[in-house]
């Protein structure tokens, strides 16, 4: 397994033009929370043009299938539905949601993202509330730990918002 380098695997989709939204630990770590992560995780637009473009992305990265004992690239197919695609890159691991929080997908979840600039391009994050809420909602133990860091941290961003 490759050790994550988000830098590069989020700078290779937005050179392939990819429309997506980055959710889980890295959203979180680039909102400023305190919390360590060893993979990626994107929300991607499900049109077949956009498609092409992750495609395109997850070539140069040298993507396959984690824990499958053959190399299987993804292709469209993987990439059109709302499932996931747990992938081992050159950058590490990316996971390519179709769809979280109960079937949404990028459609949905754009309302509840805001762009920020990576390496001077834009990128889109779900928001920090959107994150927490979707995490309660997941209930998961591996969510249910951090839940406390990230409302700490939402915390912290609106008092210092609000100060003078």
Known sequence: ?????????INTLLKHEADFIVVGGVCAVLHGVPITTLDLDIVHKRTDENIERVLAALSELDAHFRFHPKLIEPNQS??????????????????????I????????????????????KPLRLLTLEMLIEIKERAGRSKDLVVIPILKHTLTIRDNNDGAS
Not at 1 to 9: G, N, V
């Open 1 to 9: 397994m490759a050790s994550p380098d988000f830098f590069l695997a």
């Open 101 to 120: 929080d109960e079937g949404k997908g990028f459609d949905e979840l754009v309302a509840h993202s805001q762009i920020i600039f990576f390496d001077g």
């Open 78 to 99: 993987h990439l059109v539905g709302p499932g996931h695609s747990l992938l081992e890159t050159a950058a590490g691991a990316l996971d390519v949601l179709g769809t």
